[in-house]
Each structure stands twice: as structure tokens, then as C-alpha cells.
């Protein structure tokens, strides 16, 4: 095999002086691919670049037919060329065209050549083309000759995706500016059209060549020394406090810093002609391919872990330029790996258009503030912050869980109609306002909100709720960076009670435990957590935290009427105890003379089933019961109620469910005690018709179901659907949903759902 005269470094060192010329990006192009066929000693070396179509066009070759550039183009699945394309990973062969891929094209006189030596040209894990080179003899390319071909393949990525090449291809845009569409969950409702804001900018690597090897050298070294020492510091500290990294991805991240493979690699990258943070660059690039490549979540959760180390060694190398004050232009859609509530709350939000994840699934707390906040998010897109560059136009479509990044005029124009199609019904929801919530036979049905935030209480006004009907009190220490003092969990609830003004709000003690994480508190490890130490429990063992929140709330509320309940109570016992707390917060108000509240009323949520057996008890201890649907249909199913795996396996309108409810309602109304269902089935028309139909008056459901349960009512006759209700019931068996007879009644009746 011939030895490559100079090596990858001269290679580096020519490659930089050809992006220096001043000459024609076709021009520059055509000096590369004869440059780096001659170092390889090839005969053949080509660039393939991926388009906006999907197809991998000829744009620029030594040694085949120079007729066929911008000619040629192929599939993005075809040939060779497409299957390096489709696996981001280098192909080595010595007799091409015995591979199965191998696909012939004539125009370009390629049947002479046997050794083939692909790479894909990868930029943050994107395959933005393929780079080639060929010979006739049927030689074998040694791992130097590839790893410098990956190398050189990185100096042209950031040539294409400069957008440098675009004027050589008219018409096509290149794949690193393609539309693209994908598919995550749904967070928050709603669709956003905006602007890319990235929440952690990426770190532009500028410098890809060295100047001064010793020195790249050098830089990288210290880098990863000081990157593992101050990743040991965070070990040893073992706390997780103020870091929000628990333990043990501390240590795994600690392990791939001394991982032998991934540093040899760098090394290597540099020994090759990269500054040091080209060589981090490129090794991350790999990685990042391969890791949206990985199925299997485990593996790709550690090849994440893999890509932060790399960022933290960017970090370390060029700087961080964070985007310090927080200020967002017009129409920011923030994208981000993963983000905390509090950063979300620390964003203008006026400019605020939607939110787009990596990570985060329905229930984490980002979810619920997004939706607090009516911000449309989506979380689960794989490799979200590398699809996009900032200021790239993107849509959020929180209702499926999609986005389309730089999107193609048909598809911005089909999402602008949808926003007019919603505004429209947002503005006929916005007319029954005033309405008063009573079916047609005359029934009326209390409609309040869901908060547990202060801004949720702006929707009061907007949606002409009831009132309060769960304020979710966890969500403040759960946004908060260490716990809440006394005086400050008084001031908001005063600001609550100051909102809400004459409105009845119903104020549930802290909900923690499960997956409501406080961040500054010891993370319990329990093998069941959603069964474990939690709500109540917790309230109960440790009554100080308990009573701190009882006395803020009776403080609050001096002068004024007070609903108080109580999550996850499982007996009536608990509830007693629970009541007894608070008998001796009031004894020790009064004692000091503090004022009263006017009026406290004590409720308790059902949402463990074992309440279902003590129903009359519990009916006749409490003031009032809220029912926790989310919950209650977790427990009674025995189904996570995060586990998309399962969530379909049950329905909440099959009669096992129904007779749950019922049972709650007639218990209830027959021990004078008031019922709420306040899960998220009282915010869906069907659902909630069916509560109304099982003797349900109240129901508390997010700000933006208000409208369409408002608008059901109206149109509803609640003895005709207590009736079908009751027929449905008596007649289908087998668990059998009533979802179908429900939804035929409504249909029947023009009771919109
Ligand atoms: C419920 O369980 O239905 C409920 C309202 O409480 P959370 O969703 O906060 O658990
Ligand atoms: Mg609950």
C-alpha cells in the first residue's frame, strides 16, 4: 500500500490555505477533493451532498467523469453513497462493486474502481453528505487512512452548512437547512409559530486547524484535567444541592471522563491537525449520530452523558457565552436539551411563544408550568437542539406533539389557519364568559380552576370560572430553589386570597413525594414511589412542614373563609389527624391573637381507592370531597398513570370506573357533603358530561377547558343523559366503555364535545 506523502497534518495545513483562497466556492471545492485525493494517494475522490430532497447530488470529483457534477444525483437510500449517508458511519472496501449496495452509474466511468472508502460528512450528529475516495486496486484502507478521511470530512460539513455551497446547487437547499418535521409527546396545548431561541446556545467551534500542534495539545489536556477535577469536586461533595445532578450520574459522567477510548480518540483527532476543540467537536459528532441512531434508551442515555462531558469541554476551551439576562426577541421559541421550571420563569414571557425538549414527558413540572403559563410545548425530540440553529423558523404544535422546523410555505400556511381556527373558537368561548353554567333542564354546574401558581389566577378573569377549585401548593416548592420560608408561603397565599377576591378557592396541602421532587430536598429511593412516603404520609410523620404551611394558610386567610384538603388520604383516620393539626394551629392563632379565618372548612381528596370502602365515614367527617381522578383511575386500575405503555389499557367511561364515581356522588349528596371532581377528566366535555349525568354538580379543570365544558353544559339536558347513563350501565358488561354510547347521545342531542 502506498504511504500518504505528508500524512493528515500537511493535508490540514493545504485544506486551510484552499478555504483562504479567494477563489469560487466551486473553485474551492475542486482544489479539496484533488488535494485530498493526492494525500490518500487515491485516484478517485468525491463530495456528495445531501439536499433538502432528500438526494445526494455530485458537487465536486477528482478523478471521475467531471461531466457528471450536478448531474449525478441519488436517492438518499441508494448505493453506497446513501447507505453511509443513512448510517452516519464510515465504509471500507476493498471490491465495491461486490457489495450489494453498489449501484452503477455510468456517467461517471466509476467501474474502473474496486477500493472504496466512504465517510459520512457529520455535523452535530446531522449527516450533511458523504465524502469519497476510490482506487482501482483492490487495496484495503488502514484505520489512519480513515480517521484522517472523518477528519477532512469536518473541515467540508462546516463548508456546507456555512451555506458556502448553496449557490452551486440552485433550486436545492442543503440538507443542514431542510425542513424537517418531527413527532415527540404533547406537553402544553397550543400552536406557537416563532423563531429558534436556543436556552443553551451551542458552542460554535470557529478555529477547526491548528496553527501550533504542541499547543492543541496542550489546551486539550488541560482542559480534560480540569474538566475531571471539577467533576471530582461535585463527586466528592456528594451533594446534590445546587447542582440538580444526582449522585449517580455524577459518577457515571466521572467514569466517561477517564474513559480510555473516548480520549484517545480526541488525542488522535488532534494529532491529526484539529485545534482542541475541533478534535472535541468531531469525536461528539460521531457520538451524537450514533446516538440518534440507539433504540435502546439506557445506551442512549449514556451516549447523552457523553455529549455533556463534550460540551463541558467546549465549555472549558472557548467559553461559555450564555444568554445572560434572559431577553427574548418577538416570537422566541425556546429549545432546549432540558430545562427546569424556574428557568422557564425566568424568560419574558410576553415574547414567549413555545417550548420545544429533548427530554421531559407529560407530567414533569416544566409541563405543568408550561401549561400554567398557556405556552405550547412538546418534549421527546430526539436531538431537538442540534436539528436547529438559532433564528431558524419553527412551529410548536402542542395538541400532537409535532414541530416542523424551517418549515415550506404550504405547511406555515396550513398552521397559520389553524391559529385563525383557533382564535375564532377561543373567541366564541370568550362570549360565554358571562353565561351562567346551567344545562337546559335548568341544572347549574360550578366550573372552577386548577392553578398552583400565581399567574395560573389571571385566567379567573379571562375564563369566568367559579373559583379555585384545587390550588396545587407543591408547585411553589417545586419552582423554588430551597424550601420556602413561612413568610413567604404567606405572602402567596395572601396574594391567592387577594386575587381571587370573593371566589371560593380551595387550597390542598403540599402534594410531595412520588414524582414531585423538591429539588432541595434528599431524594428518597423507594422502589415504588408513587405507593410510597408521600402527600399526607409525609405530612402526618413530619407534622413541622405541615403545620408551617397550616399556620401560613390560617394567617393568609385571617377575616376571610378558608378551604383546606388534604391529598392521598387513605383512611378516615388520617383525616382525623390531619384535622386535629389544624384544631392546634387555630388554638395557637387564637391564643396569640391573631385573627381567624371567617369560615374553614376542611375536604379531603379521594383519590386512593380504599376510600371508596369507608365512603359514608369519610362523607360525614369531612366538609367537602374533591375527587383526584388522576390518581383514583391510577390505583383502581393499578396502571402508572406516566407509563404510555399502559395508559391505554383502560377508560375512564367503562363501568368499573362509572360505578367509582357514582358511588362518590350518591355517597356524598346522601351525607350533605359537597363533591368536586378535580381531575383531568372534569376538563373534557365527554368525560365531564358523563360526571354531570352521574350526579356530579361541580367540577374544577384547567383554564383552557372552561370554554369547551361551558359550552357543553349549555347545550346539555342532565336528566336525559342521567337516564342513558343509567341504561348504558344496567346493560353492558364485561368492563365495557360507555364511550361509544355516550358519544352518540351527544352527537343525537348537538352537545358539543
Ligand atoms: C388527581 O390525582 O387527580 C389530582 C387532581 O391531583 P394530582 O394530579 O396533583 O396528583
Ligand atoms: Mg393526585
Redesign the pocket.
Given at each position: 500500500m502506498p504511504a500518504a506523502p505528508g500524512g493528515p497534518r500537511l493535508l490540514l495545513r493545504r485544506l486551510r490555505e484552499a478555504m483562504a483562497e479567494p477563489v469560487s466556492p466551486q473553485a474551492r471545492l475542486d482544489r479539496i477533493v484533488t488535494l485530498i485525493a493526492a494525500n490518500v494517494v487515491a485516484e478517485v475522490c468525491s463530495v456528495y451532498v445531501l439536499s433538502d430532497d432528500n438526494t445526494l447530488e455530485l458537487f465536486a470529483t477528482e478523478g471521475l467523469n467531471r461531466e457528471a457534477v450536478h448531474l449525478t444525483r441519488m436517492r438518499a437510500d441508494e448505493g453506497l453513497v446513501g447507505l453511509i449517508a443513512q448510517t452516519a458511519e464510515p465504509l471500507s472496501l476493498s471490491d465495491a462493486q461486490s457489495h450489494p449496495s453498489f449501484s452503477y452509474r455510468p456517467e461517471t466511468g466509476e467501474e474502473a474502481y474496486h477500493a472504496f472508502l466512504g465517510v459520512p460528512l457529520l455535523r452535530a450528529g446531522n449527516t450533511l453528505g458523504v465524502l469519497v475516495v476510490q482506487n482501482k486496486t483492490y487495496r484495503v484502507y488502514s484505520e489512519e487512512e480513515i480517521e484522517a478521511l472523518q477528519t477532512t470530512a469536518m473541515v467540508l460539513s462546516e463548508m456546507i452548512a456555512s451555506g458556502e455551497l448553496q449557490a452551486l446547487a440552485p433550486g436545492a437547499g442543503s440538507a443542514a437547512r431542510r425542513a424537517v418535521s418531527q413527532r415527540g409527546v404533547a406537553l402544553a396545548d397550543g400552536i406557537g409559530l416563532g423563531h429558534v431561541v436556543l436556552h443553551e446556545p451551542r458552542i460554535v467551534v470557529k478555529r477547526l486547524i491548528a496553527e501550533n500542534l504542541d499547543r492543541e495539545v496542550e489546551r486539550l489536556e488541560q482542559a480534560i484535567g480540569e474538566v475531571r477535577s471539577a467533576i471530582d469536586d461535585l463527586v466528592e461533595r456528594g451533594d446534590s444541592i445546587g447542582t440538580g445532578e444526582s449522585r449517580e450520574v455524577l459518577e457515571t459522567v466521572r467514569m466517561f471522563a477517564h474513559d480510555k477510548g473516548w480520549l484517545r480518540r480526541m488525542r488522535e483527532a488532534v494529532q491529526s491537525g484539529l485545534t482542541a476543540e475541533a478534535a472535541v467537536e468531531r469525536v461528539q459528532s460521531d457520538n451524537r449520530a450514533r446516538m440518534m441512531r440507539q433504540s435502546d434508551p439506557y445506551l442512549r442515555d449514556r451516549l447523552h452523558d457523553l455529549d455533556d462531558l463534550a460540551n463541558r469541554l467546549l465549555r472549558t476551551l472557548i467559553g461559555h457565552e450564555g444568554n445572560g439576562d434572559r431577553v427574548l426577541p418577538e416570537n422566541a421559541i425556546l429549545v432546549a436539551r432540558s430545562m427546569g421550571p424556574a428557568a422557564l420563569l425566568d424568560y419574558d414571557r410576553t415574547a414567549l411563544r413555545g417550548v420545544v425538549l429533548e427530554e421531559g414527558g407529560p407530567t414533569s413540572h416544566i409541563a405543568i408550568v408550561a401549561r400554567a403559563l398557556g405556552i405550547p410545548a412538546v418534549g421527546e425530540i430526539a436531538n431537538a437542539t442540534a436539528l436547529c440553529d438559532a433564528g431558524d423558523a419553527i412551529i410548536v404544535d402542542g395538541a400532537t406533539g409535532e414541530i416542523q422546523v424551517r418549515p415550506g410555505p404550504e405547511i406555515e400556511a396550513a398552521y397559520g389557519e389553524m391559529v385563525r381556527v383557533r382564535a375564532k373558537r377561543q373567541e366564541q368561548y370568550r362570549a360565554l364568559r358571562d353565561l351562567p353554567a346551567v344545562t337546559r333542564d335548568g341544572v347549574a354546574i360550578g366550573l372552577q380552576l386548577?392553578a398552583g401558581l400565581l399567574i395560573d389566577l389571571t385566567h379567573l378573569a379571562e375564563t369566568g370560572a367559579d373559583g379555585i377549585g384545587?390550588f396545587?401548593t407543591e408547585l411553589q416548592f417545586m419552582v423554588a430553589q430551597r424550601m420556602p420560608s413561612a413568610a413567604e408561603q404567606q405572602t402567596l397565599y395572601e396574594a391567592v386570597f387577594t386575587a381571587t377576591g370573593d371566589l371560593p378557592v380551595t387550597i390542598r396541602t403540599l402534594?410531595i413525594g412520588g414524582d414531585k421532587i423538591l429539588p432541595y430536598m434528599p431524594a428518597l429511593e423507594e422502589e415504588n414511589p408513587a405507593l410510597g412516603w408521600r402527600a399526607i404520609r409525609i405530612g402526618l410523620d413530619r407534622p413541622a412542614l405541615l403545620r408551617v404551611q397550616l399556620r401560613a394558610l390560617l394567617r393568609a386567610a385571617g377575616g376571610r373563609p378558608l378551604k383546606i384538603m388534604f391529598?392521598m388520604v387513605a383512611t378516615v383516620d388520617e383525616f382525623t389527624r390531619a384535622k386535629a393539626i389544624v384544631e392546634r394551629e387555630k388554638a395557637h392563632l387564637r391564643r396569640h391573637g391573631h385573627p381567624l379565618p371567617s369560615d374553614c372548612k376542611l375536604g379531603v381528596?379521594v383519590?386512593v381507592p380504599s376510600l371508596l370502602f369507608q365512603i359514608d365515614e369519610i362523607a360525614r367527617a369531612a366538609d367537602f370531597l374533591s375527587v383526584?381522578?388522576?390518581?383514583?383511575m391510577q390505583f383502581l386500575f393499578a396502571v402508572d398513570r406516566e407509563n404510555r405503555r399502559v395508559a391505554g389499557r383502560f377508560d375512564t367511561l367503562s363501568v368499573p370506573a362509572l360505578r367509582a364515581f357514582r358511588l362518590i356522588a350518591e355517597r356524598a349528596a346522601a351525607a350533605g357533603c359537597p363533591a368536586t371532581v378535580?381531575?383531568?377528566i372534569g376538563g373534557k366535555p365527554l368525560e365531564a358530561m358523563a360526571l354531570i349525568g352521574l350526579g356530579f354538580r361541580h367540577l374544577s379543570m384547567s383554564p383552557a377547558a372552561i370554554g369547551p365544558v361551558k359550552a357543553m353544559v349549555l347545550a346539555l339536558d342532565a336528566a336525559a343523559i342521567a337516564a342513558v347513563i343509567d341504561a348504558e350501565m344496567a346493560r353492558a358488561g364485561d368492563g365495557a366503555t360507555l364511550r361509544p354510547a355516550l358519544s352518540a347521545f351527544a352527537k343525537a342531542h348537538g352537545v358539543p364535545i
Open positions: 386548577n384545587l396545587r402534594d391529598p381528596m383519590e383526584g381522578s388522576n390518581d383514583l378535580c381531575g383531568e
